[in-house]
């Protein structure tokens, strides 16, 4: 049977991506029939721009890019939940405490991302301020902020898993994460633009089966030494470390329930860009940002969001 193609964009390889790797590579997509081309843009800003261009179908993206670009005239909307962020403050050896960032440099995918907001909030806890005692850079994926704490060009990053478990067993230390600030935040969605949702619903609808058949399958603790294998095809690391992300993200629900939008997480995730300044007050108006229907389609059923 021939399948339809789609094209997706992710911006770098972690356990954050664990439930497309398994659709990918047990054929779940290929079950809806679709054949899911995946681009890794290292970047989320490159990312973005190839979404609203037309480049990509689908991205799966910070939940804050898709609020800036649609805040900005762009055509987009979320459809579906990926995962709660599980971002790990990880440090140079001789960073012993925040105090010990001032002056420091720390790295982050885009300056103006939801992870650096994050960042920013979790670092304001400890008393320090971004300009004043620490600055951010720019330096794309959790594999290239990895590489810049490795070679000394910053000081610290938030890395996903199971880089941030790699990072700690090569000497490098961690000092808290995103979940120390904002526990219940919708983090990564899935995304695209309203006119091709609208002249391809039925790819749309399939795309979401495929996603949630794998996560559903990656859920089953039958099936981590599998789960394991399917990982360290994708992201090279340790079996103990693959091992242990996978008990760290099913025991923290790091993965949206059957990849439904957080809704109230999402509500977070305005709260924070209004207190940073990103936006300019609170919305009543969600709907704005995500359109629910192309997923109750996909899960026959409806499901009324407040």
């Known amino acids: 049977m021939q399948k339809d193609v789609l094209k997706l964009a992710v911006i770098s390889q972690s356990a954050n991506s664990w439930p497309l790797y398994v659709a990918l590579d047990l054929d779940f997509f290929s079950q809806v029939g679709l054949d899911v081309k995946v681009e890794l843009t290292r970047s989320s800003s490159k990312q973005l721009q190839g979404l609203i261009s037309g480049h990509y179908d689908i991205g799966h993206q910070a939940a804050d890019h898709i609020i800036r670009a649609v805040e900005g005239g762009a055509g987009l909307f979320m459809f579906m939940g990926i995962s709660t962020p599980l971002q790990s403050l990880i440090v140079r050896p001789e960073v012993k405490s925040f105090q010990d960032l001032q002056g420091k440099k720390l790295a982050v995918d885009g300056i103006s991302s939801g992870y650096a907001l994050l960042l920013r909030g979790l670092l304001a806890r400890h008393g320090l301020q971004e300009?004043?005692?620490?600055?951010?850079?720019?330096?794309?994926?959790?594999?290239?902020?990895?590489?810049?704490?490795?070679?000394?060009?910053?000081?610290?990053?938030?890395?996903?898993?199971?880089?941030?478990?790699?990072?700690?067993?090569?000497?490098?230390?961690?000092?808290?994460?995103?979940?120390?600030?904002?526990?219940?935040?919708?983090?990564?969605?899935?995304?695209?633009?309203?006119?091709?949702?609208?002249?391809?619903?039925?790819?749309?609808?399939?795309?979401?089966?495929?996603?949630?058949?794998?996560?559903?399958?990656?859920?089953?603790?039958?099936?981590?030494?599998?789960?394991?294998?399917?990982?360290?095809?994708?992201?090279?690391?340790?079996?103990?470390?693959?091992?242990?992300?996978?008990?760290?993200?099913m025991?923290?629900?790091?993965?949206?329930?059957?990849?439904?939008?957080?809704?109230?997480?999402?509500?977070?995730?305005?709260?924070?860009?209004?207190?940073?300044?990103?936006?300019?007050?609170?919305?009543?108006?969600?709907?704005?940002?995500?359109?629910?229907?192309?997923?109750?389609?996909?899960?026959?059923?409806?499901?009324?969001?407040?």
Request: hydrophobic share 35%; glycine share 8%.
């Open 131 to 249: 300009g004043t005692d620490y600055e951010l850079v720019a330096v794309g994926g959790t594999g290239e902020r990895f590489k810049a704490i490795s070679s000394g060009e910053v000081s610290g990053a938030f890395l996903d898993g199971p880089v941030d478990l790699l990072a700690e067993t090569q000497g490098f230390r961690r000092l808290g994460s995103n979940l120390d600030y904002m526990p219940d935040y919708q983090g990564t969605v899935a995304a695209t633009r309203r006119d091709w949702a609208a002249a391809h619903e039925d790819l749309l609808v399939r795309y979401i089966r495929g996603y949630i058949m794998a996560q559903d399958w990656l859920s089953d603790n039958e099936n981590k030494n599998d789960a394991v294998r399917i990982l360290r095809r994708h992201v090279d690391v340790p079996e103990e470390i693959a091992c242990h992300t996978y008990d760290r993200y």
């Open 251 to 306: 025991s923290l629900h790091a993965f949206n329930p059957k990849a439904e939008l957080n809704v109230q997480g999402l509500k977070k995730v305005i709260q924070v860009m209004v207190q940073t300044g990103e936006l300019p007050e609170p919305t009543e108006d969600l709907n704005k940002y995500y359109d629910q229907s192309y997923y109750n389609l996909a899960t026959t059923k409806f499901v009324t969001l407040q």
